[in-house]
């Protein structure tokens, strides 16, 4: 057999290869938090909130969870204070733009995030490229992606192949944790095929 | 480094006092004048809270505020960051509101806490090397030029006499000869004055734009920036015609 046996707070667990160690936490029933991860999905490592401690050959780093492999002989921990207080600070940076979103809210309520701790921000999308990836990966029909990079990056549905697609699909919409994805659709759709908006 | 800056580069122009060198590009750090005899290496430069990067330096004097400093390579890297992960598209976004509203005297205190959290957040979680080390030009100014944050924060002070919010011109009456200069060079014609009349500045009308502090003739050096005190009230009408000269004459 080549399970990789290895340690998650305390716990033996056992992994199969190509698993990472959020896969396995999962399996093994141990929580960790996620907002870009769906099992359907390539891992994606952009919001940071999965990171664990790892300590291996006595020495400890922080990496995200659900890109990381499992690795014999590891110990992962899911919590110390330096993963509390990044996981804080996330969240709290993500209230600023979603302070509704009901993951986000329970995710606060375990981390202490206070909300309004920063500046809002008048825009919905926390970036966890669900709705692009979804749709490029297991819908196969690249509607939409993102433009513009740092501080000015944002999602964007691509009218011409939204038009023709969305309409009939709309799987991606539940995957959205906040409710920015339906509102880019209406708006776009207002904006750029109308028709199809009546007609439907 | 001492001999980079000032053997090879010719040092601080007009007489001004060294006080930092960036080094690294924008995610480096500033070393302050203790540091200067450093080696530039790799190793020495990292443990000094900068880095060697692309190597470049920027030699900064004394009218140079650094709390503005790490506000504009943070403002830089708010573009250069690609936006995939939050601890550098978010964080830097946030720290780069903070440090501005600093610049600006609207820092509240906690607000270096606020940027030290972000900063680790950023160093540790980010995905890549630039949000690893977005976060320098902040804890580099932070470790060597604190003071300078607490001034802006506590006392609405900037140090270098350069954030325009903060500042204000002031023409020294004791200094003032009254040869117009500076009133005929003000763009917003805020300085009021004429011949042997000591010349004020309307602080409502100022735009900071410092044109009074740079024309006024060096001999006289009557404008002054000043900062963190309130600006001295003009001089009585009465008191404004100069004398001085007449007086000798007699
Ligand atoms: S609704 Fe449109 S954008 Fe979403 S997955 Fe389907 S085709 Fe892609
Ligand atoms: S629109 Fe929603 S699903 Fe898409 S990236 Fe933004 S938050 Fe994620
Ligand atoms: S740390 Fe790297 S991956 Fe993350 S947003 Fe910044 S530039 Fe992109
Ligand atoms: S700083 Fe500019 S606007 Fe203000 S008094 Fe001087 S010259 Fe005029
Ligand atoms: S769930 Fe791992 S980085 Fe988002």
Redesign the interface.
Known sequence: MNDIEFEIDGKKVTASKGMTVLETAQKEGIYIPTLCHHEKLEPF?????C?VEVESRGATK?V?SCVYPAEKNIIVRTRSP?VD??RK??IE??M??APDAPQLLEMAAVYGAVPN???K?PSFC??C?LCVRYCAEVAKKHALG?V??????EISFIPEIAAKECHACKECFPLCPTSYLQAVFVLTEALSFPDSAVKK | MRDIIFTIGGGIPNGKKFKAVQTGGPSGGCIPEDKLDLPVGFDELTRAGSMMGSGGMIAMDEDTCMVDVARYFISFLTDESCGKCVPCREGLRQMHRILTNITKGQGKQGDIELLEELAETAVEASLCALGKSAPNPFLSTLKYFREEYEAHITEKRCPALSCKELISFYIDPEKCKACGTCRKACPASAINGDKKIIHIIDQDKCTKCGTCFEVCPTKFGAVTKLSGVPVPAPIPEDQRTIKKKSKENE
Do not use: Q, S
Request: with cysteine; net charge positive.
């Open positions: 490592g952009a919001c940071r909130v990171i922080l995200v330096k207080r990044i600070t996330i940076l993500l600023a733009h701790r920063y500046e921000d926390i970036h490229g993102f513009d990079r740092g501080v000015h990056k």
